[in-house]
């Protein structure tokens, strides 16, 4: 399978603490992209990362790459409630034009 | 700038019915996206068009499925006729330019309920 698959699929956390959660894929990419879906906003890009990257930096965001391991991580620090959201990691594979997203970590902050 | 449209917001068909989706995306935008998200999953593409042309349509279920981008502007989604299974929701999205970089901008979704 070409997308992505999050790791853990659910995360509760309380304020100010950092979340971080886990994405594997199975093919060679171009670059990952990370997106964040809540009711509110709807489907939101937050960050890509290219293939000969290993780490990015947006605000409270970290996303790091592992191309040997074909895995990336995307780590949320000092969390708010409004992070509360379900977040997708999304591949894109080498040599396709389509995004593979995953299944999607849910994450929910505690105030 | 004004987000990626879509309407209608929600939708109840019964099975075997027909129904059509819109989508407005950010002007200027080349490049839209429509996708299926089963609840509890990941969007799932269904087609991509450059401007008026098809892209990608090898997720489509063309049987009952289809869409089109006529002037290159906006887009429908028609499901002809729809079963249960179709029930999900219908996310668009638009990105500026073609690449393996497009950041992908969605719209609100439809929420469409099969009975």
């Known amino acids: 399978s070409q997308q992505g698959e999050e790791d853990p699929q659910a995360l509760s956390i309380q304020e100010g603490e950092n979340a971080t959660m886990n994405c594997s894929y199975k093919?060679?990419?171009?670059?990952l992209q990370w997106y964040r879906q809540n009711s509110g906003r709807g489907l939101v890009h937050l960050i890509l990362?290219?293939?000969?990257?290993r780490e990015k930096h947006s605000g409270r965001l970290r996303v790091t790459l592992d191309t040997s391991k074909k895995s990336s991580s995307l780590l949320i620090t000092a969390s708010r409630a409004a992070d509360t959201a379900s977040y997708f990691c999304a591949p894109h594979p080498y040599g396709n034009n389509r995004l593979a997203f995953g299944k999607g970590n849910q994450v929910v902050v505690i105030p | 700038e004004a987000g990626v449209a879509q309407s209608p917001r929600y939708k109840i068909i019964e099975k075997r019915q027909s129904v059509a989706f819109w989508c407005n995306p950010i002007?200027?935008?080349?490049?839209l996206y429509w996708y299926q998200q089963i609840l509890g999953q990941g969007p799932k593409l269904l087609i991509q068009f450059q401007n008026n042309g098809v892209v990608d349509d090898s997720q489509l279920p063309k049987d009952r499925f289809s869409a089109e981008r006529l002037k290159g502007v906006d887009s429908t989604l028609k499901i002809q006729p729809a079963k249960l299974e179709d029930s999900a929701v219908y996310l668009c999205?638009?990105?500026?330019?073609?690449?393996?970089?497009?950041?992908?901008?969605f719209g609100p979704g439809t929420r469409l309920l099969v009975l």
């Open positions: 990362i290219r293939s000969n990257e």
């Open positions: 999205a638009s990105s500026p330019y073609p690449g393996v970089e497009e950041t992908q901008y």
């Open positions: 002007s200027g935008h080349a490049t």
């Open positions: 093919t060679s990419i171009n670059n």
